[in-house]
């Protein structure tokens, strides 16, 4: 079965640092969906894609985060400097990318948790 | 703008018996509503969405939720609880209109512990 991936699992850093998370959507899912997810908290979405353009970065701390999808398939997100704030799961999530998504079934890759001590 | 609530942070029931999980939405349009569940350590997982068809909506694992209008609800429920039901749920809500991007919408989730 079809999943997305995300690497690392776990990330654990000092604050000031650079920290990176990869994500590899389903094959054919042209949208990509990356949220943080604070505990005790439902996800909220930080940027959207639509093959390698950005949709919706609205909720992207740009200072500090940035988001790339080079050739419209996977993607990285990247945090520098990181702050003791960012401490979260990231999660990324990929659906087909009709024009109305809002139908459309987000599919979420298993997160990658960041510790910034 | 739309919104979701869950009404409880924390339900607790005991094997075998109902589960009702509470969620009231807000939307100027016609939303898009779903439901997620998410197991520790481990990625959000689709119940089951409703979109506009049957009020009436099954999902997996014998989920099943009522989109009500008149009450703007959209409540989760189970007959009969299981074990491996213990996880996180989530209410979602997501703009269907045109033009917009259709972003999911979150609530702050209910934890739903099962005792044997």
């Excluded at chain 1, 042209?30 to 949709?55: C, K």
């Excluded at chain 1, 990324?92 to 079934?105: D, I, P, Q, T, V």
Aim: one cysteine or more.
């Amino acid at each position: 079965e079809a999943e997305v991936a995300q690497s690392p699992r776990y990330k654990i850093t000092e604050k000031s640092q650079a920290v990176a998370f990869w994500c590899d959507p389903i094959s054919g899912h042209a949208t990509l969906y990356w949220y943080r997810q604070i505990l005790g908290q439902g996800p909220e979405l930080l940027v959207q894609f639509q093959d390698e353009s950005v949709v919706d970065d609205s909720q992207l701390p740009k200072d500090r985060f940035s988001a790339e999808r080079l050739k419209g398939v996977d993607s990285t997100l990247k945090i520098q400097p990181a702050e003791l704030g960012d401490s979260a799961m990231y999660l990324c999530a990929s659906s087909l990318g009709h024009r109305l998504a809002g139908g459309n079934e987000q599919f979420f890759g298993p997160g990658t948790r960041l510790t910034v001590l | 703008a739309q919104s979701v609530t869950q009404l409880d942070s924390h339900v607790s029931v005991s094997e075998g018996t109902p589960v009702l999980l509470r969620c009231n939405y807000s939307s100027s349009y016609s939303p898009s509503l779903f439901w997620y569940v998410q197991h520790p350590n481990k990625g959000l997982q689709l119940l089951l969405k409703y979109t506009s068809a049957a009020t009436l909506v099954k999902g997996i694992n014998g989920f099943e939720a009522e989109f009500k209008k008149s009450e703007t609800s959209f409540h989760l429920t189970k007959p009969s609880a299981h074990m491996s039901d213990a996880a996180e749920y989530f209410c979602v809500v997501s703009d269907r209109t045109r033009g917009s991007q259709g972003n999911l919408i979150f609530g702050k989730g209910t934890k739903l512990s099962v005792k044997p």
